[in-house]
């Protein structure tokens, strides 16, 4: 049973920056290619970064730029680092693998931008 558990998100200012974690249980981790999703509110669930197993990065165009995903096989665990935050980017952040499989949701983290 794959499970992801994703944490740092929180409340921060425009302009400021948080690091997403996401611990993944399983033993695919290393060939999985990873991503990072968000939904915002009213809105549906998007990809906004992912990586494969080899490295090979890509991003939505509106975090571009400003976030970073990055992958540590050895600790099953991805993460994203979000710089120069805007309101635009308050949403939940999930990880999940790509493409998605669907019974791999975990609860995300709540990223909210405002002052």
């Known amino acids: 049973q794959v499970q992801f558990v994703e944490s740092g998100g929180g409340l921060v200012q425009p302009g400021g920056s948080l690091r997403l974690s996401c611990v993944a249980s399983g033993n695919r981790f290393s060939i999985s290619i990873m991503g990072w999703y968000r939904q915002a509110p009213g809105k549906q669930r998007e990809l906004a970064a992912r990586i494969s197993s080899g490295g090979t990065i890509n991003y939505t165009d509106s975090v571009k730029g400003r976030f970073t995903i990055s992958r540590e096989n050895t600790k099953n665990t991805v993460y994203l680092q979000m710089n120069s935050l805007k309101p635009d980017d308050t949403a939940v952040y999930y990880c999940?693998?790509?493409?998605?499989?669907?019974?791999?949701w975990g609860q995300g983290t709540q990223v909210t931008v405002s002052s």
């Open positions: 999940n693998v790509y493409p998605i499989r669907a019974a791999y």
